[in-house]
């Protein structure tokens, strides 16, 4: 059964970036399309970005769009997403789940990881 871990999110200020980690465990990660989502305080979770499981497809939310990347290492099991330009409206605990495919980017179909904390303040 596959199991994401997240991690790479900490404290940091605006126009900073992190580069956050979502690792597979249980299932080798091959045959997912793999999607990052955020949930800030009192907001609904959303869709962040997604990739499909050969890597050659991806697909961002506008306000993120020419600031973050999605890419995956099977090899290494591993879902990256680099954030660049940070702002404080990116503030949120980050999510990876399995997704249904690179054209249902936020259908969920797995469990979700534990999460990382990312903060964006001066």
């Known amino acids: 059964q596959l199991q994401l871990v997240e991690s790479g999110g900490g404290l940091v200020q605006p126009g900073g970036s992190l580069r956050l980690s979502c690792a597979a465990s249980?299932?080798?990660?091959?045959?997912?399309?793999i999607g990052w989502f955020r949930q800030a305080p009192g907001k609904e979770r959303e869709g962040v970005s997604c990739?499909?499981?050969?890597?050659?497809?991806?697909n961002y939310r506008d306000s993120v769009k020419g600031r973050f990347t999605i890419s995956r290492d099977n090899a290494k099991n591993t879902v990256y997403l680099q954030m660049n330009s940070l702002k404080p409206e990116d503030t949120a605990v980050y999510y990876c789940?399995?997704?249904?495919?690179?054209?249902?980017?936020?259908?969920?179909?797995?469990?979700w990881g534990q999460g990382t904390q990312v903060t964006v303040s001066s």
């Open positions: 789940a399995p997704v249904s495919g690179i054209s249902a980017c936020w259908a969920v179909i797995g469990s």
């Open positions: 990739i499909s499981s050969s890597g050659r497809s991806t």
């Open positions: 249980g299932s080798t990660l091959d045959y997912y399309a």
